[in-house]
T-cell receptor, first 115, second 117 residues
């Protein structure tokens, strides 16, 4: 199984809502990532989890709260978002390595619209 | 300063022709990885090819090859015999791992490739 799944595919939420994005992989990867991609822009790294521990937080606002309950699952909890947070949220996984190798496998993304 | 530079915002290529997508990078780390991803309009990022900083040979994967010129800090993607299905956004990306372990990718701005019949 070389697939990363993400749910939901689309999400529309108001600024006062609380929602969660879910990402799952069964490739035995121990590194998982959240990226944010605005329209016509490249993906930007948000968070990195390595062996279920948060290792990188790219100064993301606290209204985004990541969680890694186990080695296969990664969540992104959303609360009090702003319209400018509307974007494609991509999850990825890879095997942690000591060098630069280790391609990241991406899920199909969740298209988030904040009203 | 940008770490990954892709100078071609868009390209039009005739079907069956070869195409080269440019990528230059900037890093002071001796160990790094360079990646190319394809993103169709559906949004999914598809891994194409990887080149490690210590690799002596250029990477190849089917119709994809990476022209790695380390001294010039260049990692161009070459697609041979282009097909209509190659139309997509192409991103060059780099992973620097100064301390080892897991790290994210830094992406260039991308090149929008359109293959014409």
């Amino acid at each position: 199984d070389t697939e990363v799944t993400q749910t939901p595919k689309h999400l529309v939420m108001g600024m006062t809502n609380k929602k969660s994005l879910k990402c799952e992989q069964h490739m035995g990867h121990r590194a998982m990532y959240w990226y944010k991609q605005k329209a016509k822009k490249p993906p930007e790294l948000m968070f990195v989890y390595s062996y279920e521990k948060l290792s990188i937080n790219e100064s993301v606002p606290s209204r985004f709260s990541p969680e890694c309950p186990n080695s296969s699952l990664l969540n992104l909890h959303l609360h009090a978002l702003q319209p400018e947070d509307s974007a494609l949220y991509l999850c990825a996984s890879s095997r942690p390595t000591s060098g630069g190798e280790g391609e990241q496998f991406f899920g199909p993304g969740t298209r988030l619209t904040v009203l | 300063a940008q770490k990954i530079t892709q100078t071609q915002p868009g390209m039009f290529v005739q079907e069956k022709e070869a195409v080269t997508l440019d990528c230059t990078y900037d890093t002071s780390d001796p160990s790094y990885g360079l990646f190319w991803y394809k993103q169709p309009s559906s949004g999914e990022m598809i891994f194409l090819i990887y080149q490690g900083s210590y690799d002596q040979q250029n990477a190849t994967e089917g119709r994809y090859s990476l022209n790695f010129q380390k001294a010039r800090k260049s990692a161009n993607l070459v697609i041979s015999a282009s097909q209509l299905g190659d139309s997509a956004m192409y991103f060059c990306a780099m992973r620097e791992v100064p301390g080892g372990g897991a790290d994210g990718l830094t992406f260039g701005k991308g090149t929008h490739l359109i293959i014409q019949p």
